[in-house]
Protein backbone atom coordinates (compact mmCIF):
# COMPACT_ATOMS: atom_id res chain seq x y z
CA UNK A 1 0.00 0.00 0.00
CA UNK A 2 1.42 3.40 -1.31
CA UNK A 3 1.39 6.62 0.55
CA UNK A 4 -1.56 8.42 -0.15
CA UNK A 5 -1.32 11.34 -2.37
CA UNK A 6 -1.90 14.20 0.15
CA UNK A 7 0.85 12.78 2.46
CA UNK A 8 3.45 13.22 -0.79
CA UNK A 9 4.62 16.18 0.43
CA UNK A 10 5.61 15.10 4.02
CA UNK A 11 7.12 12.67 2.86
CA UNK A 12 9.00 14.47 0.37
CA UNK A 13 10.34 16.41 3.23
CA UNK A 14 11.25 13.33 5.38
CA UNK A 15 13.18 11.72 2.48
CA UNK A 16 15.04 15.04 2.38
CA UNK A 17 15.41 15.30 6.42
CA UNK A 18 17.11 11.52 6.35
CA UNK A 19 18.40 11.26 2.76
CA UNK A 20 16.66 8.31 2.58
CA UNK A 21 15.75 7.32 -1.13
CA UNK A 22 12.94 5.38 -0.36
CA UNK A 23 10.77 4.44 3.08
CA UNK A 24 10.35 0.90 4.63
CA UNK A 25 6.51 0.68 4.08
CA UNK A 26 4.06 -1.49 6.01
CA UNK A 27 0.28 -1.40 4.94
CA UNK A 28 0.37 1.42 8.25
CA UNK A 29 3.28 3.30 8.04
CA UNK A 30 6.10 4.85 5.31
CA UNK A 31 9.37 4.55 7.70
CA UNK A 32 13.07 7.02 6.23
CA UNK A 33 15.94 5.90 7.12
CA UNK A 34 18.92 8.24 7.53
CA UNK A 35 22.09 7.92 9.36
CA UNK A 36 21.48 10.61 12.11
CA UNK A 37 17.69 9.64 12.72
CA UNK A 38 14.42 7.64 10.96
CA UNK A 39 11.57 9.43 10.79
CA UNK A 40 8.19 7.54 11.38
CA UNK A 41 4.82 8.62 9.18
CA UNK A 42 1.58 6.78 9.39
CA UNK A 43 -0.41 6.65 6.84
CA UNK A 44 -3.75 8.27 5.93
CA UNK A 45 -5.77 4.95 6.02
CA UNK A 46 -8.27 3.26 7.26
CA UNK A 47 -8.46 -0.67 7.41
CA UNK A 48 -11.27 -1.54 9.61
CA UNK A 49 -9.16 -2.78 12.59
CA UNK A 50 -7.26 0.41 12.87
CA UNK A 51 -8.08 3.77 11.33
CA UNK A 52 -5.30 6.84 10.47
CA UNK A 53 -7.11 8.33 7.95
CA UNK A 54 -8.11 11.77 10.58
CA UNK A 55 -4.71 14.00 11.21
CA UNK A 56 -5.39 14.66 14.88
CA UNK A 57 -5.60 10.66 14.91
CA UNK A 58 -2.16 10.07 13.51
CA UNK A 59 -0.95 12.72 15.99
CA UNK A 60 -2.70 10.69 18.98
CA UNK A 61 -1.15 7.16 18.27
CA UNK A 62 2.33 8.63 17.46
CA UNK A 63 2.24 10.42 20.90
CA UNK A 64 0.99 6.92 22.21
CA UNK A 65 3.90 5.01 20.67
CA UNK A 66 6.22 7.09 22.13
CA UNK A 67 4.53 6.91 25.63
CA UNK A 68 4.28 3.10 24.80
CA UNK A 69 7.97 2.16 23.52
CA UNK A 70 10.58 4.72 25.48
CA UNK A 71 10.64 2.97 28.56
CA UNK A 72 11.37 -0.41 27.38
CA UNK A 73 13.95 0.64 24.72
CA UNK A 74 15.89 3.18 26.32
CA UNK A 75 17.34 5.70 23.83
CA UNK A 76 15.85 4.07 20.64
CA UNK A 77 12.05 6.20 21.09
CA UNK A 78 13.36 10.06 20.53
CA UNK A 79 10.59 12.32 20.18
CA UNK A 80 7.49 13.33 18.17
CA UNK A 81 7.43 16.24 15.77
CA UNK A 82 4.68 17.90 13.56
CA UNK A 83 5.28 18.86 10.03
CA UNK A 84 4.47 22.90 8.85
CA UNK A 85 1.75 23.23 7.11
CA UNK A 86 4.09 23.82 3.39
CA UNK A 87 6.00 20.84 4.24
CA UNK A 88 8.54 22.53 4.63
CA UNK A 89 10.13 22.07 8.09
CA UNK A 90 9.27 20.29 11.42
CA UNK A 91 7.91 21.34 14.35
CA UNK A 92 7.02 20.56 17.87
CA UNK A 93 3.94 18.12 18.23
CA UNK A 94 2.33 20.92 20.45
CA UNK A 95 2.42 23.53 17.52
CA UNK A 96 -1.13 24.57 16.05
CA UNK A 97 -0.17 24.82 12.57
CA UNK A 98 0.80 21.02 12.20
CA UNK A 99 -0.53 18.90 10.00
CA UNK A 100 1.08 15.96 10.27
CA UNK A 101 3.24 14.01 12.85
CA UNK A 102 6.06 11.31 12.48
CA UNK A 103 7.85 10.01 15.46
CA UNK A 104 11.69 10.13 15.38
CA UNK A 105 13.84 7.10 16.42
CA UNK A 106 17.41 6.98 16.77
CA UNK A 107 18.79 4.85 13.58
CA UNK A 108 19.88 1.27 13.79
CA UNK A 109 22.76 -0.20 12.77
CA UNK A 110 22.58 -2.52 9.65
CA UNK A 111 21.86 -6.22 10.46
CA UNK A 112 20.29 -5.93 14.34
CA UNK A 113 16.76 -6.51 13.67
CA UNK A 114 15.86 -9.95 14.58
CA UNK A 115 14.02 -10.73 11.54
CA UNK A 116 17.18 -10.19 9.60
CA UNK A 117 19.05 -11.82 12.20
CA UNK A 118 16.81 -14.76 11.69
CA UNK A 119 17.23 -15.07 8.25
CA UNK A 120 20.54 -15.53 8.12
CA UNK A 121 20.67 -18.37 10.60
CA UNK A 122 21.77 -15.94 13.69
CA UNK A 123 19.16 -16.81 15.98
CA UNK A 124 21.33 -19.62 18.14
CA UNK A 125 20.69 -20.97 21.42
CA UNK A 126 22.29 -17.92 23.41
CA UNK A 127 19.84 -15.78 21.56
CA UNK A 128 16.98 -17.97 21.91
CA UNK A 129 17.06 -18.15 25.50
CA UNK A 130 17.48 -14.13 25.90
CA UNK A 131 14.45 -14.03 23.65
CA UNK A 132 13.08 -15.93 26.40
CA UNK A 133 14.26 -13.73 29.21
CA UNK A 134 12.84 -10.16 27.40
CA UNK A 135 9.11 -11.79 26.53
CA UNK A 136 9.01 -12.16 30.80
CA UNK A 137 11.24 -9.46 31.29
CA UNK A 138 8.23 -6.84 29.05
CA UNK A 139 5.72 -7.55 31.96
CA UNK A 140 7.20 -5.55 34.07
CA UNK A 141 6.65 -2.63 31.75
CA UNK A 142 2.98 -3.97 30.77
CA UNK A 143 0.25 -1.82 32.56
CA UNK A 144 -2.43 -3.62 34.89
CA UNK A 145 -6.22 -3.18 33.36
CA UNK A 146 -9.73 -3.60 34.44
CA UNK A 147 -11.27 -6.69 35.14
CA UNK A 148 -12.41 -7.47 31.49
CA UNK A 149 -14.69 -10.99 29.70
CA UNK A 150 -11.85 -12.77 28.31
CA UNK A 151 -13.88 -15.07 26.38
CA UNK A 152 -15.96 -12.62 25.07
CA UNK A 153 -12.56 -9.78 24.13
CA UNK A 154 -11.29 -12.85 22.23
CA UNK A 155 -14.28 -14.01 20.38
CA UNK A 156 -14.15 -10.15 18.80
CA UNK A 157 -10.59 -10.19 17.86
CA UNK A 158 -11.86 -13.61 15.48
CA UNK A 159 -14.82 -11.83 14.06
CA UNK A 160 -12.43 -8.70 13.82
CA UNK A 161 -9.39 -11.81 11.78
CA UNK A 162 -12.11 -13.41 9.94
CA UNK A 163 -13.02 -10.16 8.21
CA UNK A 164 -9.50 -8.71 7.69
CA UNK A 165 -8.18 -11.85 6.12
CA UNK A 166 -11.02 -11.73 3.93
CA UNK A 167 -10.62 -8.21 2.99
CA UNK A 168 -7.15 -8.87 2.89
CA UNK A 169 -8.10 -11.31 -0.38
CA UNK A 170 -7.21 -14.63 1.16
CA UNK A 171 -9.15 -17.53 -0.06
CA UNK A 172 -12.83 -17.35 1.70
CA UNK A 173 -12.69 -20.91 2.45
CA UNK A 174 -9.77 -21.72 4.49
CA UNK A 175 -10.50 -18.57 6.00
CA UNK A 176 -14.22 -19.05 7.42
CA UNK A 177 -13.23 -22.97 8.15
CA UNK A 178 -10.62 -21.52 10.86
CA UNK A 179 -13.50 -19.03 11.62
CA UNK A 180 -15.41 -21.97 12.91
CA UNK A 181 -12.64 -24.00 14.29
CA UNK A 182 -11.25 -21.37 16.03
CA UNK A 183 -14.49 -20.58 17.58
CA UNK A 184 -15.22 -24.26 18.73
CA UNK A 185 -11.67 -23.79 20.67
CA UNK A 186 -12.27 -20.70 22.56
CA UNK A 187 -16.11 -22.30 23.71
CA UNK A 188 -13.77 -24.98 25.02
CA UNK A 189 -10.88 -22.65 26.58
CA UNK A 190 -13.84 -20.19 28.06
CA UNK A 191 -13.34 -21.30 31.69
CA UNK A 192 -8.99 -20.97 31.37
CA UNK A 193 -9.33 -17.72 29.86
CA UNK A 194 -11.56 -16.23 32.85
CA UNK A 195 -9.48 -18.00 34.95
CA UNK A 196 -6.35 -16.40 33.66
CA UNK A 197 -7.58 -13.04 33.70
CA UNK A 198 -8.74 -13.26 37.42
CA UNK A 199 -5.34 -14.03 38.00
CA UNK A 200 -4.11 -11.26 36.73
CA UNK A 201 -2.39 -12.39 33.70
CA UNK A 202 -4.44 -10.06 31.35
CA UNK A 203 -2.11 -6.82 30.97
CA UNK A 204 -2.06 -3.87 28.86
CA UNK A 205 0.80 -6.07 26.58
CA UNK A 206 3.04 -5.02 23.63
CA UNK A 207 0.32 -6.56 21.51
CA UNK A 208 2.72 -6.79 18.52
CA UNK A 209 5.74 -9.47 19.44
CA UNK A 210 6.86 -10.69 16.29
CA UNK A 211 10.85 -11.20 15.64
CA UNK A 212 10.03 -7.65 12.99
CA UNK A 213 9.49 -6.02 15.97
CA UNK A 214 12.32 -6.76 18.01
CA UNK A 215 16.44 -5.39 17.62
CA UNK A 216 18.94 -6.23 19.45
CA UNK A 217 19.65 -2.75 21.34
CA UNK A 218 22.53 -2.53 23.77
CA UNK A 219 23.13 -6.20 22.90
CA UNK A 220 19.92 -7.67 24.22
CA UNK A 221 16.57 -8.45 22.06
CA UNK A 222 14.61 -5.69 22.52
CA UNK A 223 10.49 -4.93 21.25
CA UNK A 224 10.08 -1.65 19.85
CA UNK A 225 6.96 -0.85 17.71
CA UNK A 226 4.18 -1.91 20.36
CA UNK A 227 0.55 -1.84 19.19
CA UNK A 228 -0.84 1.82 19.79
CA UNK A 229 -3.62 2.09 17.62
CA UNK A 230 -6.60 0.01 19.55
CA UNK A 231 -6.27 -0.86 23.70
CA UNK A 232 -8.49 -3.83 23.23
CA UNK A 233 -6.60 -4.93 20.62
CA UNK A 234 -3.79 -5.01 23.13
CA UNK A 235 -5.22 -5.70 26.28
CA UNK A 236 -4.56 -9.02 26.41
CA UNK A 237 -3.05 -12.13 27.86
CA UNK A 238 0.49 -12.27 28.36
CA UNK A 239 0.42 -16.00 26.84
CA UNK A 240 -1.11 -15.01 23.86
CA UNK A 241 1.54 -12.07 23.76
CA UNK A 242 3.94 -14.72 23.85
CA UNK A 243 2.37 -16.41 21.04
CA UNK A 244 2.70 -13.87 18.23
CA UNK A 245 6.97 -14.61 18.89
CA UNK A 246 6.39 -18.51 19.01
CA UNK A 247 4.17 -18.23 15.79
CA UNK A 248 6.68 -16.37 13.92
CA UNK A 249 10.10 -18.39 15.42
CA UNK A 250 7.85 -21.18 14.16
CA UNK A 251 7.40 -19.46 10.63
CA UNK A 252 11.07 -18.41 9.95
CA UNK A 253 13.58 -20.51 12.30
CA UNK A 254 11.45 -23.96 12.71
CA UNK A 255 10.25 -26.48 15.97
CA UNK A 256 13.62 -26.35 18.20
CA UNK A 257 13.58 -22.50 18.02
CA UNK A 258 10.14 -21.67 19.31
CA UNK A 259 10.28 -24.80 21.97
CA UNK A 260 13.33 -23.52 23.57
CA UNK A 261 11.81 -19.80 23.98
CA UNK A 262 8.78 -21.73 25.18
CA UNK A 263 10.62 -23.61 27.56
CA UNK A 264 12.52 -20.54 28.59
CA UNK A 265 9.84 -18.04 28.75
CA UNK A 266 7.79 -20.53 31.47
CA UNK A 267 10.94 -21.55 33.52
CA UNK A 268 11.94 -17.76 34.33
CA UNK A 269 8.03 -16.61 34.02
CA UNK A 270 6.37 -19.35 36.31
CA UNK A 271 3.46 -19.81 33.73
CA UNK A 272 3.45 -23.57 32.08
CA UNK A 273 -0.75 -22.89 32.67
CA UNK A 274 -0.35 -20.53 29.04
CA UNK A 275 0.41 -23.92 26.96
CA UNK A 276 -3.35 -24.49 27.28
CA UNK A 277 -4.82 -21.74 25.23
CA UNK A 278 -1.35 -22.34 22.50
CA UNK A 279 -3.48 -24.24 19.83
CA UNK A 280 -5.63 -21.00 19.64
CA UNK A 281 -3.15 -18.36 20.12
CA UNK A 282 -0.85 -19.26 17.66
CA UNK A 283 -3.56 -19.85 15.26
CA UNK A 284 -4.95 -16.68 15.52
CA UNK A 285 -1.14 -14.55 15.29
CA UNK A 286 -0.78 -17.21 12.32
CA UNK A 287 -3.72 -15.55 10.82
CA UNK A 288 -2.95 -12.16 11.67
CA UNK A 289 0.29 -12.50 9.73
CA UNK A 290 -1.15 -14.43 7.11
CA UNK A 291 -3.75 -11.00 6.37
CA UNK A 292 -1.30 -8.23 7.02
CA UNK A 293 1.59 -10.28 4.62
CA UNK A 294 -1.40 -10.54 2.38
CA UNK A 295 -1.94 -6.88 1.89
CA UNK A 296 1.72 -6.38 0.90
CA UNK A 297 2.91 -6.54 -2.50
CA UNK A 298 5.36 -9.71 -2.96
CA UNK A 299 4.79 -11.05 0.38
CA UNK A 300 2.03 -13.81 -1.24
CA UNK A 301 4.19 -16.82 -0.27
CA UNK A 302 4.16 -15.81 3.54
CA UNK A 303 0.68 -15.15 3.80
CA UNK A 304 -0.04 -18.34 2.04
CA UNK A 305 2.28 -19.89 4.95
CA UNK A 306 0.83 -18.28 7.63
CA UNK A 307 -2.55 -19.39 6.46
CA UNK A 308 -1.65 -22.90 6.46
CA UNK A 309 -0.27 -22.46 9.88
CA UNK A 310 -3.24 -21.25 11.01
CA UNK A 311 -5.51 -24.03 9.95
CA UNK A 312 -2.48 -26.84 11.49
CA UNK A 313 -2.29 -25.52 14.98
CA UNK A 314 -5.64 -26.29 15.81
CA UNK A 315 -5.29 -29.79 15.16
CA UNK A 316 -2.56 -30.61 17.51
CA UNK A 317 -1.55 -34.39 18.82
CA UNK A 318 -3.03 -35.66 21.96
CA UNK A 319 -0.22 -35.12 24.55
CA UNK A 320 1.98 -37.85 26.32
CA UNK A 321 4.30 -37.21 29.02
CA UNK A 322 8.22 -38.17 28.44
CA UNK A 323 10.66 -38.09 31.64
CA UNK A 324 14.57 -38.13 31.46
CA UNK A 325 16.71 -39.26 34.39
CA UNK A 326 19.69 -39.80 35.08
CA UNK A 327 23.05 -39.14 36.88
CA UNK A 328 24.75 -35.74 36.50
CA UNK A 329 26.98 -35.25 33.42
CA UNK A 330 24.63 -38.13 31.16
CA UNK A 331 23.39 -34.79 28.97
CA UNK A 332 19.54 -35.17 30.24
CA UNK A 333 19.28 -31.54 29.40
CA UNK A 334 21.27 -31.89 26.11
CA UNK A 335 18.44 -34.69 25.10
CA UNK A 336 15.78 -33.24 25.86
CA UNK A 337 16.61 -29.88 24.13
CA UNK A 338 16.42 -32.27 20.82
CA UNK A 339 13.57 -33.81 21.89
CA UNK A 340 11.29 -31.43 23.07
CA UNK A 341 10.39 -29.76 19.53
CA UNK A 342 9.90 -33.75 18.07
CA UNK A 343 6.68 -34.43 19.55
CA UNK A 344 3.29 -32.71 21.28
CA UNK A 345 1.16 -29.63 20.02
CA UNK A 346 3.29 -26.73 18.50
CA UNK A 347 5.99 -26.05 19.41
CA UNK A 348 6.71 -28.75 20.71
CA UNK A 349 6.83 -30.40 24.20
CA UNK A 350 7.15 -28.50 27.46
CA UNK A 351 10.51 -28.45 28.60
CA UNK A 352 10.34 -28.37 32.48
CA UNK A 353 13.79 -28.82 34.04
CA UNK A 354 14.15 -29.13 37.64
CA UNK A 355 17.27 -26.93 37.19
CA UNK A 356 15.76 -23.99 36.23
CA UNK A 357 12.71 -24.81 38.77
CA UNK A 358 15.32 -24.63 41.60
CA UNK A 359 16.65 -21.23 40.33
CA UNK A 360 13.45 -19.41 40.09
CA UNK A 361 11.89 -20.52 43.11
CA UNK A 362 15.30 -19.22 45.29
CA UNK A 363 14.67 -16.15 43.07
CA UNK A 364 17.72 -15.78 40.71
CA UNK A 365 18.22 -15.84 36.79
CA UNK A 366 19.03 -19.59 35.50
CA UNK A 367 22.58 -19.48 35.57
CA UNK A 368 23.25 -17.74 38.68
CA UNK A 369 24.90 -20.41 40.87
CA UNK A 370 23.22 -21.29 44.63
CA UNK A 371 24.88 -22.03 47.88
CA UNK A 372 24.47 -25.34 48.95
CA UNK A 373 21.73 -24.72 50.91
CA UNK A 374 19.30 -24.54 48.74
CA UNK A 375 20.10 -28.33 47.42
CA UNK A 376 18.80 -29.87 51.20
CA UNK A 377 16.81 -32.43 50.34
CA UNK A 378 13.85 -30.62 51.85
CA UNK A 379 14.73 -28.25 48.92
CA UNK A 380 14.91 -30.86 46.43
CA UNK A 381 11.27 -31.97 47.74
CA UNK A 382 9.91 -28.48 47.09
CA UNK A 383 11.83 -28.62 43.68
CA UNK A 384 10.02 -31.44 42.64
CA UNK A 385 6.79 -31.06 43.78
CA UNK A 386 6.83 -27.98 41.54
CA UNK A 387 8.30 -29.81 38.63
CA UNK A 388 5.18 -32.62 39.05
CA UNK A 389 2.30 -29.72 39.49
CA UNK A 390 3.58 -27.72 36.43
CA UNK A 391 3.98 -31.30 34.27
CA UNK A 392 0.36 -32.28 36.10
CA UNK A 393 -0.87 -28.50 34.39
CA UNK A 394 0.45 -28.47 31.56
CA UNK A 395 -1.07 -31.95 30.63
CA UNK A 396 -4.41 -31.17 31.97
CA UNK A 397 -4.34 -28.45 29.22
CA UNK A 398 -3.50 -30.42 26.54
CA UNK A 399 -0.14 -30.07 26.26
CA UNK A 400 2.57 -32.84 25.91
CA UNK A 401 5.77 -32.49 28.91
CA UNK A 402 9.17 -33.30 28.69
CA UNK A 403 10.07 -33.65 32.45
CA UNK A 404 14.39 -33.24 32.99
CA UNK A 405 15.45 -34.15 36.50
CA UNK A 406 17.91 -36.67 37.61
CA UNK A 407 14.80 -38.81 39.20
CA UNK A 408 17.58 -40.72 41.87
CA UNK A 409 14.96 -41.45 44.19
CA UNK A 410 12.52 -44.16 43.18
CA UNK A 411 10.45 -42.46 44.67
CA UNK A 412 10.73 -39.16 42.07
CA UNK A 413 10.18 -41.32 39.43
CA UNK A 414 7.64 -43.04 40.93
CA UNK A 415 6.23 -39.16 41.32
CA UNK A 416 6.30 -38.40 37.70
CA UNK A 417 5.06 -41.65 36.41
CA UNK A 418 2.21 -40.83 38.61
CA UNK A 419 1.35 -37.56 37.02
CA UNK A 420 0.98 -39.46 33.70
CA UNK A 421 -1.26 -41.50 35.01
CA UNK A 422 -3.74 -39.36 37.13
CA UNK A 423 -4.02 -37.25 33.45
CA UNK A 424 -4.52 -40.56 31.51
CA UNK A 425 -1.67 -39.66 29.01
CA UNK A 426 0.73 -41.92 28.06
CA UNK A 427 4.42 -42.62 29.71
CA UNK A 428 7.80 -42.74 28.47
CA UNK A 429 10.84 -42.80 31.10
CA UNK A 430 14.36 -42.61 29.34
CA UNK A 431 17.56 -43.18 32.03
CA UNK A 432 20.56 -41.73 30.46
CA UNK A 433 23.97 -43.67 31.28
CA UNK A 434 27.62 -43.66 30.38
CA UNK A 435 30.97 -44.59 32.41
CA UNK A 436 31.89 -42.45 35.55
CA UNK A 437 35.37 -41.23 34.34
CA UNK A 438 33.18 -39.36 31.43
CA UNK A 439 30.74 -37.89 33.72
CA UNK A 440 33.45 -36.67 35.79
CA UNK A 441 34.74 -34.94 32.74
CA UNK A 442 31.64 -33.31 31.42
CA UNK A 443 30.89 -32.17 35.22
CA UNK A 444 34.21 -30.50 35.38
CA UNK A 445 34.10 -29.14 32.17
CA UNK A 446 30.25 -27.08 32.23
CA UNK A 447 30.31 -23.88 32.10
CA UNK A 448 27.44 -21.07 32.26
CA UNK A 449 24.24 -24.15 33.05
CA UNK A 450 21.63 -23.88 35.49
CA UNK A 451 23.31 -27.29 37.32
CA UNK A 452 25.28 -26.49 40.14
CA UNK A 453 26.37 -30.16 39.90
CA UNK A 454 30.22 -30.50 40.94
CA UNK A 455 31.98 -33.45 40.67
CA UNK A 456 31.65 -33.99 44.21
CA UNK A 457 27.81 -34.16 43.41
CA UNK A 458 28.57 -36.56 40.51
CA UNK A 459 30.26 -38.83 43.09
CA UNK A 460 28.01 -38.01 45.97
CA UNK A 461 24.90 -39.38 43.71
CA UNK A 462 26.68 -42.19 42.03
CA UNK A 463 27.78 -43.91 45.45
CA UNK A 464 23.96 -43.98 46.54
CA UNK A 465 21.47 -46.87 45.40
CA UNK A 466 19.33 -46.32 42.54
CA UNK A 467 16.54 -48.83 43.20
CA UNK A 468 14.98 -50.69 40.36
CA UNK A 469 15.08 -48.98 37.04
CA UNK A 470 12.29 -49.77 34.76
CA UNK A 471 12.30 -46.61 32.48
CA UNK A 472 14.22 -47.45 29.04
CA UNK A 473 17.80 -47.39 29.61
CA UNK A 474 20.19 -45.39 27.28
CA UNK A 475 23.89 -45.57 26.23
CA UNK A 476 24.83 -41.84 26.70
CA UNK A 477 28.63 -41.46 26.12
CA UNK A 478 27.81 -40.46 22.44
CA UNK A 479 24.91 -38.77 20.84
CA UNK A 480 21.40 -40.64 22.58
CA UNK A 481 19.19 -39.34 20.41
CA UNK A 482 18.49 -42.23 17.95
CA UNK A 483 18.05 -44.39 20.65
CA UNK A 484 15.69 -42.08 22.56
CA UNK A 485 13.73 -41.32 19.19
CA UNK A 486 13.28 -45.55 18.90
CA UNK A 487 11.95 -45.81 22.58
CA UNK A 488 9.85 -43.25 21.75
CA UNK A 489 8.18 -44.61 18.55
CA UNK A 490 9.50 -41.09 16.66
Known amino acids: MTIPAAQAPAAALLARLTGADRPVETHISAVFVGRERVLKLRKAVSLGFLDFSRPEARRHFA ?21 APGADRLLSADDPEATEWVVEMAPVPPGLFLDDIAARGGLGEAMQDALGDAAVDLRHSYA ?19 RAALGAGLPAAPVLAWRRAAGRWLRRLAPVLRARAAAGRVLRC ?45 RRCGRAAACRVLGRAVAVGNDAGLVAALPLWLSTRAMIRAHCFARMEGRGDEARGFLADAEAYLSPPPPRLVAVGGLPGTGKTRLGRALAPLFGAAPGALHLRSDTIRKRLAGVVPESPLPPGCYTEAASDAVHATLFAEAAEALRGGHSV ?31 EAPLVLLRDRVAARRGDASDASVAVLEHAASRPLGAIAWARIEASADPLAEALAALHL
Do not use: S
Not at 153 to 160: H, N, P, S
Open 402 to 432: LADAAFLHPARRAGIEAVAREAGVPFTGLWL
Open 144 to 162: AVPPIDAPAAFAALLRTNA
Open 63 to 83: ERELALNAPAAPGLYRAVHGI
Open 206 to 250: HGDLHLGNMLLWQGRPTAFDALEFDEALATIDTGYDLAFLLADLL
